[in-house]
């Protein structure tokens, strides 16, 4: 939070709704922001360098590119979490993996071009680690988006 | 779940150039459209088509919520009935602090929760306050509740196209 000032909550807040797609993108956003293009490049380089912004790109749909998505649980015993963790987070379907605080103990996201290796690889992942992977896939998709104000 | 694929590898191509970030230059789908020997109207219009389509949910930023101050990241999860659950789903992905609303299916006897419903908060009594409305919202509509903080990110790359 600490090197945030008001152009830079400005900047995000604002670019959170999208980016337009037309020859000078960054030209069209710095005027409607009231400051210069090369401000505004300047800036988003910056916040992309001091991990204020994860990504400034494209955030494409899994499923309809012809892939799958799921979030799938386990109870990991504590004295093997870090062996697990090391297990799971080998394979590269693995998108996202967190620890919550929940007797089920380890929550990760796969994502897989072929909707087959889903469940090959929640299978290896249970026949590596002899643990039950709980499988939640989405049924229903109610809203999605991040819409953080900073 | 529709299991094909409606992008060409020229789409594809772009995907993989942009997912990780687009050039900062002051003509950025020019540059794309160099590196790829397409030319720039070619990807604008690609672009916009897969925008239009879905398939690229959006271009923009996408904030570190941890690193801007956003440190109780609270899974909630809820056990509605199945009839109600389309309802209040909907109007629960309507609140403004909500990131992720999903119908998930229950494990049980062991896992009753069927709405999954992602909530930031700066503090877990600020996250836990924005709750308390998803709770007043649902009234006797819900069978059980839990909140699960994540306590540490073990891997987080996100998505990405291969090659």
């Known amino acids: 939070m600490d090197s945030l000032d008001s152009l830079d909550r400005l900047i995000i807040n604002h670019l959170q709704g999208g980016f337009p797609i037309c020859e000078r993108p960054y030209l069209e956003v710095a005027k409607y922001l009231h400051i210069s293009e090369a401000v505004l490049i300047e800036r988003l380089a910056q916040l992309l360098d001091k991990g204020l912004l994860s990504r400034f790109g494209l955030l494409y749909h899994a499923e309809r590119l012809g892939g799958a998505l799921t979030l799938a649980a386990m109870s990991v015993p504590e004295t093997e979490f870090d062996q697990v963790t ?5 394979f590269p379907e693995v998108a996202h993996n967190y620890a919550r605080d929940h007797e089920l103990n380890m929550w990760f996201v796969l994502a897989t071009e072929q909707p087959e290796r889903v469940p090959e690889v ?9 643990l039950t992977v709980y499988n939640m896939p989405k049924q229903t998709e109610y809203y999605v988006g991040l819409r953080l104000e900073v | 779940m529709n299991h094909t694929t409606p992008i060409d590898s020229e789409d594809r191509r772009i995907i993989q150039l942009t997912q990780t970030g687009l050039p900062l ?7 794309i459209a160099e590196q790829l020997g397409l030319s720039p109207t070619e990807v604008m219009t690609r672009l916009e088509k897969m925008l239009a389509e879905g398939i690229i949910r959006r271009l923009g930023v996408i904030p570190n919520h941890y690193a801007l101050g956003y440190r109780a990241n609270a899974m909630t999860v809820w056990d509605i009935p199945d009839d109600l659950i389309d ?7 309507q609140l403004e602090f909500v990131s992720h609303c999903y119908r998930r299916p229950r494990h049980l006897p062991r896992w009753p929760y069927n709405l999954f419903v992602m909530v930031h908060g700066r503090t877990r009594p600020e996250a836990e306050e924005k ?6 919202l649902l009234g006797t509509s819900q069978r059980g509740y839990k909140i699960l903080y994540s306590t540490r990110i073990l891997k987080k790359t996100g998505l990405r196209l291969g090659e």
């Not at chain 1, 090391?86 to 080998?90: D, E």
């Not at chain 2, 309802?87 to 992905?93: A, D, M, R």
């Open chain 1, 86 to 90: 090391a297990i799971v987070n080998a």
């Open chain 1, 122 to 130: 929640i299978q290896e992942i249970e026949a590596q680690t002899g």
């Open chain 2, 25 to 31: 230059t002051p003509r950025p789908y020019h540059a």
């Open chain 2, 87 to 93: 309802t209040f789903g909907e109007q629960i992905g």
């Open chain 2, 131 to 136: 709750i308390e409305q998803i709770v007043t």
